[in-house]
């Protein structure tokens, strides 16, 4: 297995750019999360899903969007991006969506910067 | 507002000195993480716990819910163990509020 795969590892944007940032899993998790990691600050949730088909809105959701088509991917989205999104972007994924007890896996981080 | 405080937030410990790393948390939670981030960033589960007490190899968690606090102890530390420890909890089942971590240096 794979695990937690993310991709691009770097990326620089311009203000105003669009783009994606991938992630899949293959473990067969239900549970994929996307978080947003800045210097002197833990790890903040930007959204969620719980099965394909299912998404929802985490603590800072503003300028981004997720869709879930498949169980295996999640993609974030950044619309028009912002220097205030220049961030450490980390995926991770759990086996149930319902037992507070699973373990979190995670991907290895995507450093986006937007100048 | 931060929901979850660690403390402390920087700690140098020579090796095989006792290691404690605190967490306290405000919000009702259904379950305390506690991460590991190694200097790389990758990013692993150390422990998952609810109540008491679980210890894996070197490294021991508690949780007390009444007092809403967290310890993560390491003991015989080794500068392998440098890292920085992200507590996290768990509420409303799918949601996370994490702590900033505490990083921790261990000089041989």
């Known amino acids: 297995n794979a695990g937690v795969t993310q991709t691009p590892k770097f990326q620089v944007l311009k203000t105003g750019q669009s783009m994606t940032l991938q992630c899949a899993q293959d473990?067969?998790?239900?549970?994929m999360s996307w978080y947003r990691q800045d210097p002197g600050m833990g790890l903040r949730l930007i959204h969620y899903s719980v099965g394909a088909g299912i998404t929802d809105q985490g603590e800072v959701p503003n300028g981004y969007n997720v869709s879930r088509s498949t169980t295996e991917d999640f993609p974030l989205r950044l619309l028009s991006a912002a220097p205030s999104q220049t961030s450490v972007y980390f995926c991770?994924?759990?086996?149930?969506?319902?037992?507070?007890?699973?373990?979190?896996?995670f991907g290895p981080g995507t450093r986006l910067t937007v100048l | 507002k931060n929901e979850v405080e660690q403390s402390p937030q920087n700690l140098t410990a020579q090796e095989g000195e006792f290691i404690t790393i605190n967490c306290s948390y405000s919000v009702g939670i259904s379950a305390l993480h506690w991460l590991q981030q190694h200097p790389g960033g990758g990013i692993v589960s150390l422990f998952m716990?609810?109540?008491g007490k679980k210890k894996h190899g070197r490294l021991i968690a508690t949780i007390n819910i009444q007092e809403k606090h967290s310890s993560l102890h390491i003991t015989a530390s080794h500068p392998r163990d440098s890292a920085v420890y992200i507590c996290?909890?768990?509420?409303?089942?799918?949601?996370?509020?994490f702590g900033s971590g505490t990083k921790l240096n261990v000089k041989p």
């Open positions: 716990l609810s109540s």
């Open positions: 996290a909890v768990r509420y409303n089942f799918n949601k996370f509020y």
């Open positions: 991770a994924s759990s086996y149930d969506r319902v037992s507070a007890y699973n373990e979190q896996f």
């Open positions: 473990m067969n998790h239900e549970y």
